[in-house]
């Protein structure tokens, strides 16, 4: 195997003459990756998200990422074409990250007027859907509606339909990217949340000289008061205890109002008229005292539980990609936001990799990972780079175990091959760990 490396002054020319040229010779590179779909990892399965949905209904559906799937009545046929009345089974997954793309096997390359090409990612997603354990389909002349969770407000991303047959993507239209409301809408729950006053309250005092009233309470019907007995009630203003003196009610009636100790009317009836007025429960100090050590208590409890909503929200929040791409879809499948890399500096390598010391006589294949981690492609023997990226190199081993080239051994190949040096192999670092989770992947991809 020998190393294919583009001289300084050839770059130049590679960039504004020859592209084109370079990546034709990039297409027996490409032999392996014939199949649409081909995990590398197949022990470690992708979170799914599944949605019931009543077909005569539809619906609108918030996902963890941040996306919201519409779908509107009467939606979904059969494969004869026949509208669907029983539950509908949506099966949703989503991928945005290097890992996510990495563990789907979904082919990133894309093959334009006889040339591959290397996608990177706006946001991706499969979507299927059955009845009855069957498959199913989008009726004629409706459509589904996706606020695509991304990571990028990109305006030059394309939306893209994989063919499975011919592992393909298919060009169906333009995506813009808006601000992610789901996102919005979780921001302002938490400032609200952050700002709301604590629910626990304790009784006033009773105030000195006021009129008080032994009311027969149900405690249990009032949960603002399941915490005291035994309360005075005291009326909110001298002008009321005025014009509810001296008559003799025949029934009195306790109405909350809210929530709170101080949303309470008196109704009282009788004597061919009713009258309502505010009242609200009250203690001795001695009582409030006491309470207050309770309360304090309570209260310390009460801002734990809060602030340990907070931060779980704010770790959703952190979590949510902060746009949406508006997308239409009329049958189910793989599809893509994506947009072809962009070289500024691209490479043809083609290096013999070592493991322990020993020539690899047969290459796994592996993955070049470049940039914020949304660009994942497979290879097999030479490949393509953009010197002014970032890039990583993953080797799929076997067993859970993986191995890596750095962007930093990637350079210091393409560094010595410029000095004409006689240096073809690269040395693959073996992973520490096994690989058997997609947290384990991520921590190796924040790792490396």
Same mark, same amino acid.
């Given at each position: 195997?020998?190393?294919?490396?583009?001289?300084?002054?050839?770059?130049?020319?590679?960039?504004?003459?020859?592209?084109?040229?370079?990546? &034709?010779?990039?297409?027996?590179?490409?032999?392996?990756?014939?199949?649409?779909?081909?995990r590398p990892l197949t022990h470690i399965e992708k979170q799914?998200?599944?949605?019931?949905?009543?077909?005569?209904?539809?619906?609108?559906?918030?996902?963890?990422?941040?996306?919201?799937?519409?779908?509107?009545?009467?939606?979904?046929?059969?494969?004869?074409?026949?509208?669907?009345?029983?539950?509908?089974?949506?099966?949703?997954?989503?991928?945005?990250?290097?890992?996510?793309?990495?563990?789907?096997?979904?082919?990133?390359?894309?093959?334009?007027?006889?040339?591959?090409?290397?996608?990177?990612?706006?946001?991706?997603?499969?979507?299927?859907?059955?009845?009855?354990?069957?498959?199913?389909? @989008?009726?004629?002349?409706?459509?589904?509606?996706?606020?695509?969770?991304?990571?990028?407000?990109?305006?030059?991303?394309?939306?893209?339909?994989?063919?499975?047959?011919?592992?393909?993507?298919?060009?169906?239209?333009?995506?813009?990217?808006?601000?992610?409301?789901?996102? &919005?809408?979780?921001?302002?729950?938490?400032? &609200?949340?952050?700002?709301?006053?604590?629910?626990?309250?304790?009784?006033?005092?009773?105030?000195?000289?006021?009129?008080?009233?032994?009311?027969?309470?149900?405690?249990?019907?009032?949960?603002?008061?399941?915490?005291?007995?035994?309360?005075?009630?005291?009326? /909110?203003?001298? /002008?009321?205890?005025?014009?509810?003196?001296? @008559?003799?009610?025949?029934?009195?009636?306790?109405?909350?109002?809210?929530?709170?100790?101080?949303?309470?009317?008196?109704?009282?009836?009788?004597?061919?008229?009713? &009258?309502?007025?505010?009242?609200?429960?009250?203690?001795?100090?001695? /009582?409030?005292?006491?309470?207050?050590?309770?309360?304090?208590?309570?209260?310390?409890?009460?801002?734990?539980?809060?602030?340990?909503?907070?931060?779980?929200?704010?770790?959703?929040?952190?979590?949510?990609?902060?746009?949406?791409?508006?997308?239409?879809?009329?049958?189910?499948?793989?599809?893509?936001?994506?947009?072809?890399?962009?070289?500024?500096?691209?490479?043809?390598? /083609?290096?013999?990799?070592?493991?322990?010391?020993?020539?690899?006589?047969?290459?796994?294949?592996?993955?070049?990972?470049?940039?914020?981690?949304?660009?994942?492609?497979?290879?097999?023997?030479?490949?393509?780079?953009d010197a002014k990226r970032i890039n990583r190199l993953l080797f799929v081993l076997g067993?859970?175990?993986?191995?890596?080239?750095?962007?930093?051994?990637?350079?210091?190949?393409?560094?010595?091959?410029?000095?004409?040096?006689?240096?073809?192999?690269?040395?693959?670092?073996?992973?520490?760990?096994?690989?058997?989770?997609?947290?384990?992947?991520?921590?190796?991809?924040?790792?490396?």
């Open positions: 195997m020998k190393t294919t490396f583009v001289s300084a002054i050839f770059v130049s020319a590679l960039v504004f003459a020859s592209g084109c040229d370079t990546r &034709k010779q990039l297409k027996q590179s490409f032999a392996r990756q014939q199949k649409a779909i081909e799914v998200t599944m949605l019931n949905v009543d077909p005569r209904k539809g619906g609108e559906f918030y996902l963890e990422t941040g996306t919201v799937l519409s779908i509107p009545e009467n939606a979904f046929v059969d494969k004869e074409g026949n509208a669907l009345t029983e539950p509908v089974h949506i099966k949703m997954q989503e991928f945005h990250s290097a890992s996510d793309i990495f563990l789907s096997g979904i082919t990133m390359h894309y093959e334009e007027n006889g040339v591959n090409e290397s996608f990177e990612s706006a946001g991706m997603f499969n979507i299927e859907g059955t009845c009855n354990g069957k498959q199913i389909e @989008v009726a004629e002349g409706k459509s589904l509606n996706l606020e695509l969770a991304s990571r990028t407000d990109d305006f030059s991303y394309d939306f893209f339909q994989l063919d499975t047959v011919t592992a393909n993507w298919i060009k169906v239209g333009a995506t813009k990217a808006i601000d992610n409301r789901v996102k &919005k809408n979780l921001k302002d729950s938490i400032q &609200k949340m952050a700002n709301t006053p604590s629910k626990i309250e304790i009784p006033e005092m009773m105030e000195a000289g006021a009129v008080l009233l032994d009311i027969d309470v149900d405690y249990r019907k009032y949960p603002q008061l399941k915490d005291f007995y035994g309360l005075a009630w005291q009326v /909110e203003s001298s /002008e009321n205890v005025s014009e509810i003196s001296n @008559v003799v009610w025949e029934q009195t009636t306790l109405i909350s109002t809210g929530d709170g100790l101080k949303d309470f009317k008196l109704r009282l009836s009788g004597q061919d008229q009713v &009258k309502e007025v505010k009242v609200q429960p009250v203690i001795s100090k001695k /009582e409030r005292d006491k309470l207050e050590k309770k309360i304090a208590e309570a209260r310390k409890l009460e801002e734990a539980a809060r602030a340990e909503l907070l931060a779980n929200a704010n770790k959703r929040y952190q979590s949510i990609a902060s746009f949406q791409r508006n997308i239409e879809i009329n049958g189910f499948g793989v599809f893509n936001c994506d947009r072809v890399i962009k070289y500024q500096e691209p490479l043809t390598l /083609e290096p013999e990799f070592m493991l322990d010391g020993k020539l690899l006589s047969q290459l796994p294949p592996y993955y070049l990972i470049s940039n914020d981690n949304s660009a994942v492609s497979q290879y097999s023997n030479k490949f393509r780079i067993e859970g175990q993986m191995a890596y080239v750095s962007n930093k051994q990637l350079l210091d190949f393409i560094a010595q091959a410029k000095s004409n040096s006689n240096r073809r192999s690269i040395e693959l670092q073996p992973v520490g760990f096994a690989v058997n989770t997609a947290d384990d992947l991520s921590d190796l991809l924040q790792e490396i």
